[in-house]
């Protein structure tokens, strides 16, 4: 059973929770790993240095968009490539994150968080909400909360 009288507030929580996590992602690789050195981590496990930039722009723009609310839904299909990338490149580290170099299981976590949020909807307080009509994936622009 869904609680109609909460349920939007659980999901706005959700919404905040991902959008932040992806916003300090992105100051992460910045400021603590300058985005040179996140261009070189790309490269040493394969990956083209050239995705430096556009990773950290998606990730902190879309934290942004996701906190606001605006077309947020969108936004995680947008950025499950990003976080599908982390669980690949954390999938050799072991299950968990307190592994060395981190485990796959705050990625595979994440995955799911944007799964349901793209499944269940913004919740309360979106400034763009987007509802989605079948088939899966139409988006429709709602004016509702």
Excluded: C, Q
Excluded at 4 to 17: E, K, M, Q, S, W
Excluded at 56 to 63: R, T
């Amino acid at each position: 059973m869904i609680d109609n009288r909460t349920a939007p507030y659980g999901l706005f929580v959700l919404r905040v929770a991902l959008g932040v996590m992806f916003i300090a992602h992105a100051l992460l690789k910045y400021v603590v790993f300058t985005m040179p050195g996140f261009a070189g981590f790309l490269g040493s496990i394969g990956m083209p240095a050239a995705l430096a930039w556009p990773i950290f722009l998606a990730e902190l723009l879309g934290g942004i968009a996701l906190v606001a609310g605006f077309y947020a839904r969108l936004v995680s299909v947008a950025l499950l490539p990003v976080l599908l990338g982390a669980l690949w490149v954390h999938s050799g580290n072991g299950w968990l994150f307190t592994a060395a170099n981190g485990g796959w299981e705050y990625p595979a976590f994440l995955v799911v968080g944007a799964l349901t949020h793209i499944l269940a909807g913004d919740g309360a307080f979106a400034i763009r909400p987007v509802t989605l009509s079948a088939p899966l994936g139409r988006p429709a622009v709602s004016n509702a909360a």
